[in-house]
């Protein structure tokens, strides 16, 4: 059997992409990359520049220690094939693409255990923020201090360590959504979006009882017998094609992939349709608008019919981008609105921000794009920790009722502290604008050259995505993609998702680009 074999340096990369692309370069090597692709370019045309251009990428390949793209072995290889198995004889895991080898992966190369080595564009879905073996987090590992705070792991509601109250400080509330100074880490995403919702209800019930904090006798029999007063009959108003967790209350506000929820009973509570736009954006503004318009109609309508239904909402919810659900995007007049809505029913407004925050979208925070001050902020992923921020009316006024053994974990606040120092010193919001330019003028220019195969470019910094045809044509352009020495993601029903690093830099995206149109040549 022959073994497709591709060794993708910065100079061959350049090199097979000629007769299409021409990449330009902009200042020094720090300056972005600027993807400009015509079809009718000659290799006279794109000589010039390339020579400079090659050697340019190969001084920054050395960031990633001399990785490039290495495939020696079917994907997956005949080991990675050999451990799942073995895997899946001990536990239902037939999701396993292949088996890493992380002691070599670096930077933005992963390694399989097979010996191929992968641009990795989607980043343990979404959730390393700076690559493979960042030198700031294995170095903080090392540090005796941090050794004895991981080996020691404490009940951070009972028994802090002396250093916490500035790890939470530096780490976590530096980087904290305008408006929020509250903050409780958790251990993932779902969690922290289950407590958020819990502190929506929180907050709803203290207002109905005017601020009183004690409660009566009926209030705490009755709660133990799943019945009112003590256990209130409200709902979350969430939307259509979301996805928050799979804990029941999770499954209850989520509405995209089936599988998660069916045969477990979820509470019926209120999903308003999110947007569905036409594209491209420019070209379909006023339609886009009407649709905007009607989704917040539709929240409006569905706020009066969960009173009325005797349920009322006590809290909204919403991805600023909804990943899982396949990368569907909202205007900031959308979003606007819905913080409009919460305000004048005078309930909470809670951003999941668990696959979008921490940086990806070029922005620290994905809803900062709309103007918005939403109550709650749930984080996890390139956030390392899971969390919620809040804002004081959203703090409970009880001690105990946000709480759990660990609440979050030092050894998750040790590397966050270094992702959040390493963001700022090397300006990584800036570079992850930078890249995502590069890859959405390259998606942009496929939509063009590919018609009818390459659809719905979106994106925001480098939380970028595209749609292919069908689910059948998307998952056969993952594996392609895979077999050349590109890992990508897939999302919704037939969407490409691009969830690269932060260190993801223009010539990693232009590298990833060169790869994705030999894939899209061949259909």
């Not at 899946?88 to 080595?117: C, H, P, R, W």
């Not at 959504?177 to 958020?196: A, H, I, R, W, Y």
């Not at 999770?250 to 069916?262: A, D, K, M, T, Y």
């Not at 999903?271 to 905007?292: G, H, R, T, W």
Request: hydrophobic fraction near 35%; aromatic fraction near 6%; charged fraction near 25%.
């Amino acid at each position: 059997k022959k073994h497709t074999h591709v060794t993708a340096t910065a100079s061959n990369s350049m090199a097979k992409t000629l007769t299409s692309s021409l990449k330009l370069l902009r200042g020094s090597s720090h300056e972005a990359l600027l993807r400009s692709v015509s079809v009718d370019a000659t290799k006279s045309q794109a000589a010039a520049p390339a020579a400079a251009l090659r050697q340019s990428l190969a001084d920054q390949h050395q960031d990633d220690h001399d990785l490039g793209i290495n495939i020696v072995s079917p994907v997956p290889g005949p080991k990675s094939k050999a451990l799942k198995n073995e895997l899946t004889k001990m536990q239902e895991m037939s999701t396993v693409t292949f088996f890493a080898d992380y002691d070599n992966s670096m930077g933005n190369f992963l390694k399989d255990i097979d010996g191929n080595t992968y641009l990795d564009c989607f980043m343990q879905i979404a959730s390393i923020p700076l690559g493979y073996n960042h030198p700031a987090i294995l170095n903080a590992l090392r540090n005796e201090h941090n050794v004895k705070a991981m080996a020691n792991r404490p009940a951070l509601g009972w028994f802090p360590a002396e250093d916490w109250v500035d790890k939470i400080r530096n780490a976590m509330l530096s980087v904290a959504p305008e408006g929020l100074n509250q903050v409780f880490p958790m251990m993932c995403g779902t969690c922290s979006n289950e407590n958020g919702i819990k502190m929506m209800f929180m907050r709803y019930m203290h207002k109905q009882r005017h601020g009183r904090t004690d409660f009566t006798e009926e209030e705490m029999k009755s709660v133990l017998k799943h019945e009112a007063p003590g256990s209130p009959k409200l709902s979350i108003l969430a939307f259509k094609g979301a996805f928050h967790g799979r804990t029941i209350g999770l499954l209850s506000c989520s509405n995209s992939r089936p599988i998660q929820g069916v045969d477990i009973p979820s509470l019926a509570w209120p999903k308003a349709d999110f947007p569905k736009y036409k594209y491209p954006l420019e070209e379909n503004v006023a339609e886009n608008k009407a649709e905007d318009d009607r989704c917040l109609a539709l929240v409006e309508e569905l706020m009066e019919k969960a009173s009325k239904d005797g349920a009322p909402v006590a809290g909204i919810v919403s991805e600023p981008i909804q990943a899982e659900g396949g990368d569907n995007h909202a205007s900031a007049h959308f979003f606007q609105g819905v913080e409009r809505i919460a305000r004048k029913w005078d309930v909470s407004l809670m951003m999941d921000e668990v696959q979008t925050g921490g940086g990806s979208t070029g922005e620290m925070w994905c809803h900062s794009h709309f103007g918005i001050k939403p109550d709650i902020v749930s984080f996890s992923k390139k956030m390392c920790s899971g969390g919620i921020y809040h804002n004081m009316e959203h703090r409970p006024p009880h001690a105990g009722r946000i709480l759990n053994t660990w609440v979050g974990d030092p050894h998750k606040i040790i590397l966050l502290e270094q992702v959040v120092k390493t963001i700022k010193e090397d300006n990584l919001l800036e570079l992850t604008r930078r890249s995502g330019d590069v890859i959405m003028t390259g998606l942009n220019q496929f939509q063009k050259q590919f018609p009818g195969l390459v659809t719905r470019v979106r994106g925001r910094g480098t939380f970028c995505a595209m749609d292919l045809p069908s689910v059948q044509l998307r998952d056969k352009f993952l594996a392609d993609c895979r077999a050349n020495g590109v890992h990508l993601g897939g999302c919704g029903e037939s969407s490409v998702r691009f969830r690269p690093s932060l260190t993801f830099a223009p010539h990693h995206a232009n590298m990833m680009l060169d790869v994705m149109e030999r894939v899209l040549n061949k259909y």
